[in-house]
């Protein structure tokens, strides 16, 4: 059934249809139970009437049930043509993940789960349902990627890599060689998502551990700490070499800073450049509500992309990037009032986007799977807000972002959604799916992972 | 903006005459007024991280229903409000990364107390009320 449902991001109206199905219905009233027996004669009423509705308004789908979901398309929304089906379900926190040429599938999880914690997935039957799992690495972490023969995994502190036989299987999955060791980890922003170049380099964010640099961490009205020295060791990326062992700060270079943190990165092949998703600052009314009211700091300040090269400064903790006003504007906590902008000029967002969504996957489409204008566009999955109170949450979606020549070229659109089970989530603990991590298959499709629930998603495109 | 500024010292004034009057009708409701203005505590310096229904972020900001955190010892839960809490422990089975701040220098004692009030008998917690006296006992301790 599909209803078309609007929504105000950053003064534009975004119209989309919404995809509802029984099974989110059921789900919905099964949340009240005490109502149930009362619901019931009720529940057959708007269903019945719901299914009048779809018969005379939508077309039928083509789309093939998914695996494990009565729902179509998994119960996710995607432009024409494209359909969706789950993969894998309740794997764990599926962070992020990476599809093997034989289209066979990893998943690092956030915490290990029975002692793994990564996950290997192989769809025998090949009935799109990949029903054969092991697990290895018993370490939590967020990133995993194939390059050169390796598998290369993090947890919060390290990077390890595991050598790959001909079908890309790990040979021998307890003795991992550690590339990276010794990244801080004090807690805020510590997941160590990489990745790779094409000369041998790896770049690794280090997420700083604190919200803004104040004195003390999300203290009302604290102040920045002076030459914030929280950006010595992290708030940046950092260089190493794919290939070499036990490489510590010292061996890496300090490739750029500035960034408060990044979870989603890739390496886009027609600039030849890396680009980072930075998650921007929270609370900006909670902690200085004499500049901010809630509306303002449930939008500010922009979840930027950023293209960076060697020596690059985004500007955390001085200024923050104002998608509305088009400008760097001086932190609250280095003296800013949401209007001044700083003396030093730092590095622009490539494109900006509304506050809070939390970008954690970004992908840079090669495939030939998807039509012509996803070719080299940047997919972002936004793991969806939690600082926008007493506003409804946002995100919880995956966008694309067309590409010209390695730049953005055009809007950003809103490519699959619905993750969340629900219209509106106040609350993320009752969103049903979040979507995390990006990875493309062999064959042109898009994996999407969700780190609540686990489940793992494919999205393909025919004609 | 104003209106938050009038708001704090409004609630106190609130909480402390209907405590007063409660009192005086041989402590019937003595929850409920605190509990009011907790829970105006609670949407202005709280319900961004652990949200309106006491459910946190999973992974982030810990949950306040039906944890011991909160239904357990006073002291402790005073004393996470007025020094902050980052400990790595878990909560519920789950571990969370973001630091809870110190407020000592933000609430005063009977906001903590009703706020607290409001936390302990609310999302489906039903624990005892927390009393300006104890806030302000633990709060002379530490010094």
Redesign the interface.
């Known amino acids: 059934m599909i209803f078309l449902s609007c929504f105000i991001i950053q003064n534009f109206y975004l119209c989309y249809p919404i995809n509802f199905s029984v099974g989110m219905i059921t789900q919905t009233l099964n949340n009240f139970p005490m109502k149930k027996n009362f619901l019931l004669p009720l529940l057959i009423v708007v269903i019945g009437g719901m299914a009048i509705f779809s018969f005379t308004t939508s077309r039928s789908s083509d789309t093939k049930q998914s695996p494990g979901t009565n729902a179509p398309n998994a119960g996710l929304t995607l432009p024409a043509g494209f359909s969706a089906s789950i993969v894998a379900d309740n794997t764990g926190?599926a962070r992020h993940i990476a599809v093997t040429k034989e289209g066979n599938l990893y998943i690092k999880l956030?915490?290990a789960k029975k002692g793994n914690g990564i996950l290997y997935l192989t769809d025998p039957g090949k009935d799109g349902r990949y029903q054969n799992q092991t697990g290895f690495g018993d370490y939590g972490g967020t990133e995993v990627g194939l390059k050169n023969g390796y598998l290369y995994a993090s947890s919060n502190t390290d990077i390890y890599r595991y050598k790959l036989n001909d079908k890309d299987e790990v040979a021998d999955p307890n003795n991992p060689e550690k590339v990276v060791v010794g990244l801080l980890d004090r807690?805020?922003?510590?997941s160590k998502s990489f990745i790779f170049d094409n000369d041998g380099n790896l770049y690794v964010n280090v997420g700083a551990y604190s919200n803004s640099c104040q004195e003390?961490?999300?203290?009302?009205?604290s102040m920045g700490m002076k030459g914030c020295p929280i950006l010595d060791s992290a708030g940046g990326i950092w260089q190493f070499k794919m290939d070499k062992q036990d490489q510590h700060y010292g061996d890496g270079v300090h490739y750029a800073t500035g960034l408060r943190n990044v979870v989603g990165l890739d390496w886009n092949q027609k600039d030849n450049a890396l680009f980072v998703m930075q998650h921007g600052r929270?609370?900006l009314h909670?902690l200085f509500?004499?500049y901010f009211?809630d509306k303002t700091s449930s939008i500010l300040p922009a979840e930027g992309m950023y293209e960076i090269h060697k020596g690059d400064n985004a500007g955390w903790p001085y200024i923050y990037y104002d998608q509305i006003q088009h400008k760097q504007i001086l932190m609250p906590e280095y003296g800013g009032n949401g209007k001044k902008t700083a003396n030093k000029k730092y590095l622009d967002p490539v494109m900006a986007f509304p506050g809070h969504m939390a970008p954690d996957g970004l992908l840079f489409y090669t495939g030939n799977q998807f039509p012509e204008k996803y070719k080299n566009g940047a997919f972002i999955a936004f793991h969806g807000s939690?600082?926008r109170?007493?506003e409804p949450q946002a995100g919880y979606f995956v966008v694309f972002v067309p590409f010209k020549d390695g730049k953005p070229n055009g809007k950003w659109e809103v490519f699959a959604n619905g993750f969340a089970g629900k219209k509106e989530v106040?609350?993320?603990?009752?969103a049903e799916h979040r979507p995390c991590g990006l990875a493309q298959g062999p064959d042109g499709s898009l994996y999407v992972s969700d780190d609540?629930k686990g489940t793992i998603y494919k999205i393909s495109y025919k004609k | 903006?104003i209106l938050?500024f009038l708001f704090v010292p409004f609630a106190l004034l609130m909480s402390n005459t209907s405590k007063e009057v409660a009192r005086e009708n041989n402590s019937f409701n003595t929850i409920q007024p605190s509990k009011a203005a907790g829970e105006k505590v609670f949407?202005k310096?709280c319900?961004?991280?652990h949200?309106?229904?006491g459910?946190?972020?999973?992974?982030?900001?810990p949950?306040l229903i039906q944890t011991s955190y909160v239904l357990g010892d006073k002291e402790d839960l005073i004393n996470i409000v007025l020094n902050g809490f980052?400990k790595?422990v878990e909560i519920e089975g789950e571990?969370?990364?973001?630091?809870m701040?110190?407020?000592k220098?933000?609430l005063k004692d009977q906001q903590i107390a009703d706020v607290l009030t409001y936390v302990r008998s609310s999302f489906g917690n039903k624990a005892s009320a927390v009393t300006v006296a104890e806030v302000k006992a633990v709060r002379s301790k530490n010094k």
């Open positions: 926190e956030g915490s807690g805020e922003h510590n003390q961490d999300r203290v009302p009205g929270d609370q909670d509500p004499k009211d939690w600082n109170s007493p106040m609350s993320p603990r009752s609540s | 903006m938050g949407k310096y319900i961004t991280c949200m309106a229904d459910g946190g972020v999973p992974h982030m900001n949950p980052d790595k571990t969370f990364t973001n630091k701040p110190p407020l220098t933000i």
